[in-house]
């Protein structure tokens, strides 16, 4: 859908409507206009550019003069390009990479994460041995202070099991907010799972 919206806004850029049978009206071109709501929107969207040809009138070749230069100038304004299938190229490059960028950012977001995990785990570890060596009571002594510390580390890593979560939830709600391609927010998920494994 947002790229159907995209492609609509480009092709209004290059939009002049035409009105054949102009000799038919009862009113004026602008009477016609300004009576007609839906039509209104339409011309405001393409710069209320239009032409008026006169099917009567086959000999006035000034009608078709001033509609080529009307083409012209819009040509003009648009850098001297009409619209091609480059146009529709350029929106599909512009909506994959937007997705690319959100895919590398929380892939650093998860990096980040499990590096600081490694390293806090890491760290407690270190304490942990620390505290087996300085332990210089009986064998039954060091064995109930080896329980504590291991009962103390496995705290720990509930608390740093749940700030994981925190920063998985973070992650996973910050990617549905602004991703909206759904196979990036699962191949996202996918490698966050295999770091929590």
Avoid at 59 to 87: C, I, M, P, W
Avoid at 157 to 178: D, H, I, N, P, V
Wanted: charged share 40%; with cysteine; net charge neutral.
């Amino acid at each position: 859908m947002h790229k159907l919206l995209l492609i609509i806004k480009l092709l209004y850029k290059h939009t002049i409507i035409l009105f054949t049978h102009g000799d038919e009206l009862t009113s004026s071109i602008e009477e016609f206009m300004e009576a007609n709501e839906a039509l209104q929107e339409i011309l405001s969207r393409c710069g209320g550019r239009h032409h008026v040809f006169n099917n009567k009138d086959m000999e006035d070749r000034n009608q078709v003069v001033e509609f080529l230069q009307k083409v012209d100038a819009v040509v003009a304004a648009n850098g001297g390009e009409h619209y091609t299938s480059d146009s529709y190229q350029d929106v599909e490059l512009m909506l994959k990479t937007r997705p690319e960028e959100l895919k590398k950012l929380y892939e650093k977001k998860l990096q980040d994460i499990q590096r600081e995990l490694e390293a806090r785990f890491a760290e407690e570890m270190k304490k942990l041995e620390e505290r087996i060596e300085t332990l210089t009571a009986s064998e039954q002594e060091k064995e109930e202070k080896i329980k504590e510390l291991e009962r103390l580390n496995k705290c720990k890593m509930t608390e740093y099991k749940r700030y994981y979560e925190t920063k998985l939830r973070e992650a996973r709600q910050e990617a549905e907010r602004t991703c909206t391609h759904p196979n990036i927010i699962k191949k996202i998920f996918q490698k966050i799972r295999k770091i929590k494994s």
